[in-house]
């Protein structure tokens, strides 16, 4: 019974996500509105990564676990959404964070390459939050 009532609760979500709408923007990441301001999705979804990253400067003591890799995924769909939407001055730091996290959203990246994409990555994020105040 317990089954049933999860196949229940997430069947709806199922179908949406199969719908086939090619009259909408593309959808990189979950919830939200396609409405809401770039600038609170994007330096959210930096925060919410960051309560995972080690302090600035100790990038080499990072511990790359699956739910840190998790987020930066996040923070990568989003990005990719609602990026082309921010200020054109931000439009390298936003570059960067999409390239750096498709590096730092996998595991199978060697660790040597994740700390130095984290380190260029933070630089692009801090920009993207500064520049989004």
């Excluded at 809401?36 to 400067?57: F, T």
């Excluded at 996040?74 to 498709?102: D, K």
């Amino acid at each position: 019974m317990k089954r049933l009532a999860t196949v229940a609760l997430i069947l709806p979500v199922l179908l949406v996500g199969c719908q086939d709408d090619t009259s909408s923007a593309e959808q990189y990441s979950t919830g939200g509105d396609p409405t809401d301001s770039p600038c609170a999705r994007v330096v959210s979804s930096i925060g919410y990564a960051g309560l995972m990253l080690e302090p600035k400067g100790q990038e080499e003591r990072q511990n790359f676990e699956d739910a840190l890799i998790g987020r930066l995924a996040e923070v990568r769909g989003i990005t990719l959404q609602f990026g082309p939407r921010l200020p054109a001055s931000l439009s390298r730091a936003v570059e960067t964070v999409r390239r750096t996290t498709a590096g730092l959203s996998r595991n199978d990246v060697p660790r040597e390459r994740q700390v130095a994409l984290l380190k260029q990555y933070r630089v692009a994020a801090d920009q993207i939050v500064a520049g989004c105040e």
